[in-house]
Nanobody
Framework: QVHLVESGGGLVHPGGSLRLSCSADTNMFPTATMAWYRQAPGQQREMVASITSGERTNYGAAVKGRFSISRDNTKNTAFLQMNSLKPEDTAVYYC?????????WGPGTQVTVSS
């Protein structure tokens, strides 16, 4: 069983930055695709960014150019650097681990963008 732990969420002013981290307790991490999703109240969960084992990245249209996903396979950790944050980025952010038929979600971390 794989467990994910997210950290780095919090309250930030519009225009500010946050960096989320997602640590996985598995040696399968380097061969997994990692992703970040978010869900705002009353809305469906949406994909924010993903990174494959080969470090190919993909971004949702709403965050392209402002967010950056990366990974450190030596630490089994994925990151989401969020810049130029907007109030509409407010949501619970979830880390996702996917490898073959195994998919795992983290518990989520709250990000609130407000003045």
């Amino acid at each position: 069983q794989v467990h994910l732990v997210e950290s780095g969420g919090g309250l930030v002013h519009p225009g500010g930055s946050l960096r989320l981290s997602c640590s996985a307790d598995t040696n399968m991490f380097p061969t997994a695709t990692m992703a970040w999703y978010r869900q705002a109240p009353g809305q469906q969960r949406e994909m924010v960014a993903s990174i494959t084992s080969g470090e190919r990245t993909n971004y949702g249209a709403a965050v392209k150019g402002r967010f950056s996903i990366s990974r450190d396979n030596t630490k089994n950790t994925a990151f989401l650097q969020m810049n130029s944050l907007k109030p509409e980025d407010t949501a619970v952010y979830y880390c996702n681990f996917w490898r073959w038929t195994l998919e795992v979600w983290g518990p989520g971390t709250q990000v609130t963008v407000s003045s």
